[in-house]
Each structure stands twice: as structure tokens, then as C-alpha cells.
T-cell receptor
Framework: QKEVEQNSGPLSVPEGAIASLNCTYS??????FFWYRQYSGKSPELIMS????GDKEDGRFTAQLNKASQYVSLLIRDSQPSDSATYLC????????FGTGTSLTVIP | DGGITQSPKYLFRKEGQNVTLSCEQNLNHDAMYWYRQDPGQGLRLIYYSQIVNDFQKGDIAEGYSVSREKKESFPLTVTSAQKNPTAFYLCASSIGGQAYEQYFGPGTRLTVT
């Protein structure tokens, strides 16, 4: 069983702060890693993908991958109330495996 | 506009009835997927297809069936054999195999009573 673990939260941060979301996975042969944002009642929206060790930045979002430690994280800088959502981590091997998501609330 | 469409948005059925959920994409993606999402749970893969006329079972295929007669279309039938069909059903597509980015449609919320 491939496992992807996320802290379900809820995680609350004040507006303007950095939100840090973490994800660990169990299968060392995992090849690709993704972060999705899902607003309540809506479908997941891809926000970041990362394939190699290190950091990848896109606007206010930074994904960090450490394959040796088997974790991937997402940092959201200058958090906004519109960032309040559930964030899903997905790991690709021969198929996608999703975590259960971390609920983030940004407090104005 | 390129994207994935699912219809209907909400669907209500009586227990014992089969129901078919539609999924269409105009992204020219080869691969398509069906997931199920239950409250407090991650997405679980039902079926996927990487090429027309071929599809594979995912982790929870029992009680479901699919077809892939056209590249653009991947309908899912929820049969009466599915014990707990009430859920949020999500269709996704990707340009290639399962390690590639997947993009989701808006979803269909199915309620069976």
C-alpha cells in the first residue's frame, strides 16, 4: 500500500504570514510530486508540481522536495484569506496517490 | 477554452438504479481518470485509461464500469452493485502516463437514496 501522509490540521495563520504544509510518502521509487488546492465543494486545482530534489518557486508558492527523507512541503508566503482551502499532496508512481489534505485558514 | 467538463453537477438516484456520469475533455490528453472523494478522505482511483479502447482498474473498481471509445470521452457507470455510491466523483486527464500532471473537471456529486 502506497501511503501519503498529511497533517489534517486545521492550520490557522494570520494574513501576511507564511503557511507551511507538509507531506510524507512511503514509496522510495516515487517519481513526481504535486500540490493541489481544493476549495470547499469544488474540485482540486493543481498549483505546484516538483520532480527533483530542492526548491521550486512560483509566485507566492514554494514547493520543497527531499527524496532522501521522503517528504515534500509547500510554503505559501504572504498568506491571503483567499488561500483558505484544503491542500492535497499527490505522489506519482505508477498511479497518483493522494493524501487526505490539510485544511488551511488564513485569518484576516 | 480548453478544459474538462463533467455533467451533471448534481445527480440523485434511487438505490438499485445504474447511473452514468459524463466526462469530456478538449485538451487532447491521452490519459483520463476517475476518482471518488468521500468526506475526510483522499481521492481514490476507480479506473483510468491511457489510450482509446483500453482502461485499467484502480483501487476501488468494484461496482463501477467505464468505456473509452473516443479520446475525448470517458464515461463512468455506477452500477447497483456499488455498495456505497453516494460520493463526489472527479474526472481528470493528463497528457501522458500517471507521473504527469493531472487536471480535474468540476466534479459530479452523486446522492443515492
Amino acid at each position: 500500500q502506497k501511503e501519503v501522509e498529511q497533517n489534517s490540521g486545521p492550520l490557522s495563520v494570520p494574513e501576511g504570514a507564511i503557511a507551511s504544509l507538509n507531506c510524507t510518502y512511503s514509496d522510495r521509487v516515487s517519481q513526481s510530486f504535486f500540490w493541489y488546492r481544493q476549495y470547499s465543494g469544488k474540485s482540486p486545482e493543481l498549483i505546484m508540481s516538483i520532480y527533483s530534489n530542492g526548491d521550486k518557486e512560483d509566485g507566492r508558492f514554494t514547493a520543497q522536495l527531499n527524496k532522501a527523507s521522503q517528504y515534500v512541503s509547500l510554503l505559501i508566503r504572504d498568506s491571503q484569506p483567499s488561500d483558505s482551502a484544503t491542500y492535497l499532496c499527490a505522489v506519482g508512481i505508477n498511479q497518483f496517490y493522494f493524501g487526505t489534505g490539510t485544511s488551511l485558514t488564513v485569518i484576516p | 477554452d480548453g478544459g474538462i467538463t463533467q455533467s451533471p453537477k448534481y445527480l440523485f438516484r434511487k438505490e438499485g438504479q445504474n447511473v452514468t456520469l459524463s466526462c469530456e475533455q478538449n485538451l487532447n490528453h491521452d490519459a483520463m481518470y476517475w476518482y471518488r472523494q468521500d468526506p475526510g478522505q483522499g481521492l481514490r482511483l476507480i479506473y483510468y485509461s491511457q489510450i482509446v479502447n483500453d482502461f485499467q482498474k484502480g483501487d476501488i473498481a468494484e461496482g463501477y464500469s467505464v468505456s473509452r471509445e473516443k479520446k475525448e470521452s470517458f464515461p463512468l457507470t455506477v452500477t447497483s452493485a456499488q455498495k456505497n455510491p453516494t460520493a463526489f466523483y472527479l474526472c481528470a486527464s493528463s497528457i501522458g502516463g500517471q507521473a504527469y500532471e493531472q487536471y480535474f473537471g468540476p466534479g459530479t456529486r452523486l446522492t443515492v437514496t
